[in-house]
């Protein structure tokens, strides 16, 4: 028995496409059936769109990618959040991130959530505490791995000769109109006291870590009583984390190179005695030192840099850094390498195998060029945010 829908055919259950529809999908399949090589051989995908494309593209050569948005405004944000401050679809900033990316002004509050700092179900007041006690947990790992350097050294080392500092934190001829690198580097040596003495502080130098907002808190009784029990919490977590002095000091030689060369040219980090030259030092190392299997890797300072830039603080920075790079650690390491010259190698051979026997005629098949020094960019960090929400809306 026929339907009586004209549209809906019984065998199917699935509406007809009408002359104006099959006339757009005629058009655009134009767009989208391409063939993915010079070599004819290749399968062709349609894709039956919904619509043509905007006025301005050339049927003939232009490819209709994506449905790019605009990027997410504080409006629009602050709409994800609840009366308490708790993000109330994780998957819908991923996915906002991922298609527009981020306005400036709220990159770091959105970093805050994509990057681990804060879980997506906490409320503003639990970020705040949140805040603290990743402030004296990374405090507390930093002071750790610089008494190991201290206790390990040779008796009378100074403090540049056990690794506590560089000297391109404080260049011996810093130029005229650098006073205030004088003053650093004596604010540093005070700071320093204690581990060269063999003492420990009773106390945190949130200024230092560019909290000075939280510095006066810490003159509060109640406040500071709590903060001391987040420390000995701290420490009682970090003393149980093996430091291996000897893979710290290798490290430390080769982020002592890389370090006064990270983004020189920008703004942010130009200038002789940058004190961001000696966060970005100061979060290598921390990483390097609790992350022995992984250490440093040239590449990580400009991965850092980024975070440095958007994150502003040394500890908020330090936690997105080491979240994202225990993701991507692997990238890092031999085996993660070699793995991806395999798998660019098994899609040139499924793809373009002509290309492929080309590079090997000129000894070029280890595809070892394949490995660019290109820094990355936000956009980089906005599509691995929207990874997770890739992973949802399309499954394997």
Known sequence: MESENPKLSSDTDEFDIDDDEEKTSKAMTHIVQRPCSHDF???????????????????????????RTEPLTREQFQAMLDSDGRLISEHALRKAVFLGGVCPDIRKEVWSFLFGLYPCNSTTREREAILIDNIVQYHEMKTR???????????????????????????????????????????????????????????????????????????????????????????????????????????????????????????????KANPRLGQMREILLTFAAYHDLVGYAQGMNDILSRFLYVMGSEAETYWCFKTYMEKIRNDFMEEGLTRKIDLVRMLLKEMDSALLKHLEILDLGNLFFCHSPTKPTNAHFGLWAGAEWVKQEFPL
Request: contains cysteine.
């Open 145 to 271: 791995w610089k008494t190991m350097l201290v206790v390990n050294s040779v008796p009378g080392s100074t403090p540049l000769e056990q690794g506590l500092y560089a000297r391109y934190q404080f260049p011996e001829d810093p130029g005229p109109g650098c006073n205030h690198s004088i003053e650093a580097e004596k604010k540093l040596m005070e700071r320093l006291a204690p581990l060269v003495s063999g003492k420990r502080t009773d106390h945190i130098d949130f200024e230092a870590l560019g909290y000075a907002d939280l510095q006066q808190q810490y003159s509060n009784p109640e406040m500071k009583q709590r903060i001391d029990f987040m420390r000995l919490q701290a420490q009682v977590q970090v003393n149980r984390q093996r430091v291996d002095v000897q893979k710290l000091r290798a490290n430390m030689r080769v982020i002592d190179k890389d370090v006064p060369r990270t983004d020189r040219d920008q703004e942010y980090f130009r200038g």
């Open 41 to 67: 051989s290749f399968e062709q995908v349609d894709i039956i769109p919904s619509k043509l494309p905007p006025a301005g593209i050339a049927l003939d050569t232009d490819v209709l990618v994506t449905s």
